[in-house]
């Protein structure tokens, strides 16, 4: 099925660009929205998607010299939906988050925090990032975690996202859906990146997710965790100085072999009213306590992370990764392990009930604005681009200027460039046969460069 066109009405305008500085991962990753693009959102049985009135990806960047602070509404650009076992949501809703990402990470030397329910860390376009869990257990125990990835993936989307749905109070009789939290547990590449999805919602419901994962190249950033360390996708250097070949970075957790839920992983023998299901009527890998970890098995330490060598941290750093198997399906635990590395700034951490995601971060005096789009003064160019998305050929308007140009993707690929002479006027260029997704358009003119986010959508 096509995507229609109706899918972008509301998405195309007038781009406003500007030079940027060179101010690192921590504020230039984020994706930034400043033409008012929407969500969108599938509905069963529907032959195209609705569009949403909640503004897409980030909308605030704020700095200080050991913080970063982002507002954004937690829902994607890309269509979302539908969410097929029974969840009541339509569509996400602005959750209106705060969140705070450390600039200057730490390990954590002393008391591990563990991720819990709610969010754990945040993607680069403001959607939030949680753990394994769906927040029940077997017979309400506490003893046999149910992993969401399994237990809830029938009603997640062709993005692999999903929504809480959030109350006026308790679930149950009186209370009403006043909002939706939406989510990723696991990486938010498509389902049919696997060479055996999990399930086939993408034919009927598709969406281009936040990134295409590619095993020749550097997965991107993906986002960041709340102790300040970055999120990856699942490639990377072989090594960790950056000179290897790429591959697929593998956890250091895997399935327990066993015929009966009677121990937990630390070898704890269970008391019988403890036992957790059959594995012939629940089938491993449905719980947390269906895996172990083993040291040095994979690439990845306990928490689901190594210190490395990355394209945005050539002096390297540690990073978690958003491990998948050999079918690229994802693989535990997901994205953090057990417990964080860094030290957290646990201020992120959301409330419940109606203030569900609602955080506890608080703008300290002398924040300052990080604008990626507005112009510097001084600056020669005052640039426009249209139309947003890019459908199949774009144009760079404004003032005249003479230098190169080039589109690259969110791992650095480089899709198409050229060269612009001043007496040319706007700069015309196709996108050809790029795969829908994200890019960069970089303008290089007089020692000087612009970046111009881009949203390239293939009918």
Not at 79 to 87: I, K, Q, S, T, Y
Not at 191 to 198: G, I, N, R, V
Request: glycine fraction near 12%; proline fraction near 8%.
């Amino acid at each position: 099925m096509k995507i229609k066109s109706r899918l972008f009405k509301v998405l195309f305008g007038l781009m406003p660009v500007a030079l940027l500085a060179q101010p690192g991962p921590y504020l230039s990753s984020w994706l930034y929205n400043s033409t008012g693009m929407t969500g969108q959102h599938w509905e069963q049985g529907q032959n195209s998607v609705i569009v949403d009135t909640a503004l897409a990806d980030v909308r605030w960047i704020g700095f200080t010299s050991s913080d970063v602070y982002i507002r954004c509404s937690g829902v994607p650009a890309y269509a979302v939906g539908p969410f097929l076992d029974g969840n009541p949501v339509l569509a996400p809703t602005n959750r209106h988050y705060l969140f705070r990402i450390p600039r200057n990470p730490v390990k954590e030397t002393q008391n591990p925090v563990t991720p819990g329910l709610g969010h754990i860390g945040v993607l680069i376009n403001g959607v939030p990032v949680y753990n394994f869990a769906d927040a029940m257990s077997y017979n309400n125990q506490g003893v046999w975690h149910q992993n969401a990835v399994t237990f809830e993936h029938a009603g997640m989307d062709c993005g692999k996202g999903h929504p809480a749905p959030v109350f006026n109070g308790p679930p149950g009789p009186g209370s009403q859906l006043i909002g939706a939290s939406y989510h990723h547990h696991q990486s938010p590449a498509i389902f049919t990146t696997a060479s055996q999805p999990l399930i086939n919602t993408c034919a009927t419901y598709p969406s281009l997710g936040l990134y295409t994962m590619d095993s020749t190249v550097h997965s991107p950033l993906l986002g960041f965790a709340f102790d300040g360390f970055p999120i990856y996708g699942a490639y990377a250097y072989s090594d960790t100085v950056g000179l290897g070949s790429i591959r697929r970075i593998q956890s250091s957790y895997r399935m327990r072999t066993m015929t009966t839920r009677t121990t937990l992983p630390d070898g704890t023998i269970l008391a019988a009213s403890q036992f957790g299901p059959s594995v012939s009527s629940v089938a491993l890998g449905s719980y947390k306590e269906d895996f172990e970890y083993i040291s040095g098995l994979g690439d990845l330490d306990e928490h689901n992370g190594r210190f490395a060598v990355t394209p945005e941290f050539p002096n390297g750093t540690y990073a978690y990764y958003t491990t998948v198997n050999a079918q690229r399906n994802s693989a535990y635990p997901y994205v953090i392990g057990d417990t964080y590395y860094g030290a957290v700034a646990t201020d992120n951490f959301g409330g419940m009930g109606p203030n569900a995601g609602a955080t506890s971060v608080v703008l300290p005096g002398g924040v300052s604005t990080f604008t990626p789009l507005s112009l510097i003064e001084g600056a020669p160019l005052n640039l426009t681009l249209y139309p947003i998305p890019t459908l199949s050929s774009f144009t760079l308007q404004g003032q005249e200027w003479q230098g190169t140009w080039e589109i690259v993707d969110l791992m650095g690929r480089v899709w198409n460039r050229g060269f612009h002479q001043a007496q040319d006027g706007n700069l015309k260029g196709e996108v050809g046969l790029m795969p829908s997704g994200y890019y960069r358009l970089n303008v290089h003119f007089e020692g000087q460069s612009l970046s111009i986010p881009m949203y390239v959508v293939q009918n």
